[in-house]
């Protein structure tokens, strides 16, 4: 089946310094990927949603600067945390929607980032 | 709309019973909608779907209830065991294409 790799799974990082994570697609063309973020014990909330080669979405309330999201290949987009602050400590998981099929939503196993 | 919750509800059940996990979508137009299982520190593990044109569907131990009327989502599961321990989260597509939105979820303890 379709599979998405997410890495890194963890990373601690100081106040101030970026981060960057990143999504592949495995075996298939993911036209769409999807990042969202988690606070414990909460769902996991939309953040944005990439189309390979086109800006990103961002949902109200996440700040674009913030977060920056390339999505330069129809296997691999990333998320940038810039100028990581404590509040940002979280857990962020992607989702790719594969080119070719309606209903594969296929989810990454999320990157679980604290800020120091 | 967007889920926001502070507490996750739970659900407490002893191994071989039964279980029903309810979640009301917000948007009445969802054309998608799926049960996933997320265990601690993991992504989302996908359990069932459904389409808005159905309204039960039925997997290996697992049964997806829609009832559009009301906006009311539920996953049965049967015979539990103590490997479903998890939260659950519903998830609602609202247009072809677009992202999946979540419910606020529901822990399940399975006791032995």
């Known amino acids: 089946g379709a599979v998405v790799s997410q890495h890194p799974s963890w990373v601690i990082c100081k106040s101030g310094t970026s981060v960057k994570i990143e999504c592949r697609s495995l075996d298939f063309q993911a036209t769409t990927m999807f990042w969202y973020r988690q606070f414990p014990k909460q769902s996991l909330m939309l953040m944005a949603t990439?189309?390979?080669?086109?800006?990103?979405?961002?949902e109200q309330g996440v700040e674009k600067d913030k977060f920056l999201i390339n999505h330069a290949s129809l296997t691999l987009s990333t998320l940038t945390v810039t100028s990581a602050h404590p509040e940002d400590s979280s857990f962020y998981i992607c989702?790719?929607?594969?080119?070719?099929?309606?209903?594969?939503?296929?989810f990454g196993s999320g990157t679980r980032l604290t800020v120091v | 709309g967007e889920s926001v919750g502070l507490h996750l509800p739970t659900l407490s059940v002893q191994e071989g019973d039964n279980s029903i996990i309810n979640c009301a979508y917000s948007?009445?137009?969802?054309?998608?909608f799926i049960w996933y299982k997320q265990e601690s520190g993991k992504g989302p593990q996908f359990i069932i779907d459904?389409?808005?044109?159905?309204d039960k569907r039925q997997g290996q131990r697992v049964t997806v209830l829609l009832n559009k009327t009301v906006k009311h989502l539920s996953l049965q599961i049967a015979a539990t065991q103590p490997g479903d321990s998890a939260v659950y989260f519903c998830?609602?597509?609202?247009?072809?294409?677009?992202?999946?939105?979540f419910g606020k979820g529901t822990t399940l303890s399975v006791s032995s």
């Open positions: 459904i389409r808005s044109n159905m």
């Open positions: 948007n009445s137009a969802s054309d998608y």
């Open positions: 989702s790719a929607r594969e080119l070719s099929v309606n209903y594969g939503y296929t």
């Open positions: 998830a609602e597509r609202y247009q072809a294409g677009t992202a999946l939105i």
């Open positions: 990439s189309n390979e080669g086109s800006k990103a979405t961002y």
